[in-house]
């Protein structure tokens, strides 16, 4: 599975036809991660560039692809909101634009940057997306967390 960045509006654009703008979607799970980290004989190693990254798999009910991963990296907001109790989970359409360096994808086609939203929403930002088909990660079955990625072993 080979990453593809998303270098402006005419990839988003293709991006967001080939994945149906991500209609009858479901966020299947994310990981998040940071160059931070403390050594076993609890020195502390920290980058002061932007080193969170974030990857999301999501899931719909068409083919071709039937799943994708994204992947943010220099992610500079991240606003996750689950669902209530008794609200079905579906993403209808999302929102990927753009604005001023950074890559904002959000749960909602209506959505915009900067203006109050009648219900809250997840969305993300960053500095880099890039993506990847992941139509062989359908089903229930747990991709990230304690599972290793099978490029990375």
């Given at each position: 599975m080979n990453w593809n960045k998303l270098n402006g509006q005419i990839d988003i654009e293709n991006f967001m036809e080939l994945f149906g703008e991500f209609h009858d979607s479901c966020l299947?799970?994310?990981y998040m991660w940071t160059e931070t980290s403390v050594g076993?004989?609890?020195s502390m190693s920290m980058s002061i560039e932007l080193d969170t990254c974030v990857r999301v798999l999501f899931q719909r009910q068409v083919p071709e692809p039937s799943a994708i991963e994204l992947?943010?990296?220099g992610v500079t907001q991240f606003h996750v909101v689950p669902r209530a109790e008794g609200q079905d989970a579906s993403i209808y359409g999302a929102k990927l634009m753009v604005r001023e360096g950074l890559f904002y994808w959000a749960e909602d086609e209506e959505w915009q940057l900067n203006q109050p939203f009648?219900?809250?929403i997840s969305w993300i930002s960053a500095k880099e997306l890039l993506w990847r088909d992941a139509s062989s990660w359908m089903g229930e079955d747990l991709r990230y967390g304690v599972?290793?990625?099978e490029e990375n072993q």
């Open positions: 299947k799970e994310l076993e004989d609890f992947l943010f990296k009648l219900h809250p599972l290793k990625d």
